[in-house]
């Protein structure tokens, strides 16, 4: 136990801990309300379009999104107080300030913050992955859904795995950070280890996934790229997760280990900030409706219109006229059932007049002025 305050006492990352810490608090706090402002103007415009509560426009990727948004609050509260009980400091100054029982509430809080962090990461890889089965309603390919659906479980498993460890990793569970004579842990540096490969590997995949998901969509070349390089942006969550995987084993070696846990813990909060920000950015690009010509109580260059609906890998062609509709031409002939305000209308954009746009259910609208007459 040191009795001399340490030289390097001011040899502190406190001060970076503090600021990765509240900017990842704010991009995920603005990320939250661009969220669910763009959700809310789609709303609208769904219930002005056609009618409707327009409550399709929420799925269960929103649910996940909301859960890894409160359980994001709750890695920021354990990381506040690790910082507040000494991370970013030396270890021999903890003890010298606190003794060993700073380091018993030190240790409590990592603990904490590592079970917010799995599950963080976790759901958000759900909410992608929602994503994409909302997507996959309008594209005829069974395979896909089942691919997606497999990468699902896998990361649902694997993340209510690592959780478990997390939470259970010593018995007694209070000798993760009490210093206890009789105490049996897994090895928690391989646990480290494993949880930060296995996380990138799943990062990858969940992300990289949307590639085959976009590409049989029917767009214009230039809106596919668009939306696909939206969803590749998840890239910079698996450089975040691959620079952290770089820290983890100078981490598990290293004695000193509150001010080893600095640089690591911050890749820790950014790396859930971003993933939240790349998960909300489709749904955020709906708030350009609101600078949308509103004509007619809804948003759009006029009300004369024709949508485009991939149906059975079939497109029919529909004019849409104050109400009215009537089919033109399809490979097949059918009728257009109403919008029942379930998830097959969902809009996720709308063409300034003259251009193509669609729905996430792979539905292709434009908008016309009607003929002068």
């Keep these: 136990?040191?009795?001399?305050?340490?030289?390097?006492?001011?040899?502190?990352?406190?001060?970076?801990?503090?600021?990765?810490?509240?900017?990842?608090?704010?991009?995920?706090?603005?990320?939250?309300?661009?969220?669910?402002?763009?959700?809310?103007?789609l709303q609208k415009r769904v219930q002005a379009d056609r009618g409707g509560s327009g409550d399709a426009v929420y799925g269960l990727d929103d649910v996940f999104n909301i859960m890894a948004v409160v359980l994001f609050y709750g890695l920021i509260i354990a990381t506040y107080v690790a910082i507040d009980r000494g991370m970013g400091t030396h270890l021999n100054l903890v003890l010298y300030e606190r003794?060993?029982?700073?380091?018993?509430?030190?240790?409590?809080?990592?603990?904490?913050?590592?079970?917010?962090?799995?599950a963080t990461l976790g759901m958000i890889k759900l909410s992608v992955l929602s994503l994409y089965l909302r997507i996959l309603r309008g594209v005829p390919s069974p395979a896909l859904r089942t691919a997606v659906w497999a990468i699902f479980v896998l990361v649902a498993m694997n993340t209510l795995a690592n959780v478990l460890v997390c939470i259970f990793q010593c018995k007694p569970i209070r000798g993760a950070w009490e210093l206890l004579e009789e105490t049996r842990c897994v090895n928690i540096n391989s646990f480290y280890l494993g949880n930060a490969i296995t996380g990138l590997a799943t990062d990858a995949i969940v992300y990289l996934l949307s590639i085959p998901i976009v590409k049989p969509l029917q767009m214009d070349i230039k809106k596919k790229l668009q939306l696909l390089a939206t969803m590749l942006v998840g890239g910079f969550a698996v450089i975040i997760s691959a620079v952290r995987l770089a820290f983890i084993p100078a981490l598990l070696e290293n004695p000193d280990v509150t001010m080893a846990?600095?640089?690591?813990?911050?890749?820790?909060?950014?790396?859930?900030?971003?993933?939240?920000?790349?998960?909300?950015?489709?749904?955020?690009?709906?708030?350009?409706?609101?600078?949308?010509?509103?004509?007619?109580?809804?948003?759009?260059?006029?009300?004369?219109?024709?949508?485009?609906?991939?149906?059975?890998?079939?497109?029919?062609?529909?004019?849409?006229?104050?109400?009215?509709?009537?089919?033109?031409?399809?490979?097949?002939?059918?009728?257009?059932?109403?919008?029942?305000?379930?998830?097959?209308?969902?809009?996720?954009?709308?063409?300034?007049?003259?251009?193509?746009?669609?729905?996430?259910?792979?539905?292709?609208?434009?908008?016309?002025?009607?003929?002068n007459v």
């Excluded at 509430?105 to 913050?113: G, R």
């Excluded at 759009?300 to 059975?312: A, E, P």
């Design 1 to 41: 136990m040191p009795q001399q305050r340490p030289a390097d006492a001011n040899d502190t990352e406190t001060l970076s801990e503090i600021a990765v810490t509240t900017s990842a608090t704010v991009l995920v706090t603005i990320s939250v309300f661009l969220r669910y402002l763009g959700r809310w103007v």
């Design 261 to 371: 846990m600095a640089i690591p813990m911050n890749w820790s909060v950014a790396e859930p900030a971003v993933g939240i920000l790349v998960s909300s950015m489709p749904a955020i690009r709906a708030i350009r409706f609101l600078w949308s010509k509103k004509v007619d109580g809804s948003y759009g260059s006029n009300t004369g219109h024709s949508t485009l609906r991939n149906r059975d890998g079939q497109i029919q062609l529909v004019h849409l006229n104050k109400g009215d509709r009537a089919e033109i031409g399809s490979a097949h002939s059918m009728e257009q059932p109403p919008h029942n305000g379930s998830g097959d209308g969902l809009v996720e954009g709308i063409s300034r007049m003259g251009t193509i746009s669609r729905t996430t259910e792979v539905e292709v609208c434009y908008s016309r002025k009607p003929n």
């Design 99 to 118: 003794g060993t029982n700073g380091l018993v509430e030190y240790s409590a809080a990592i603990f904490v913050a590592s079970i917010f962090y799995n």
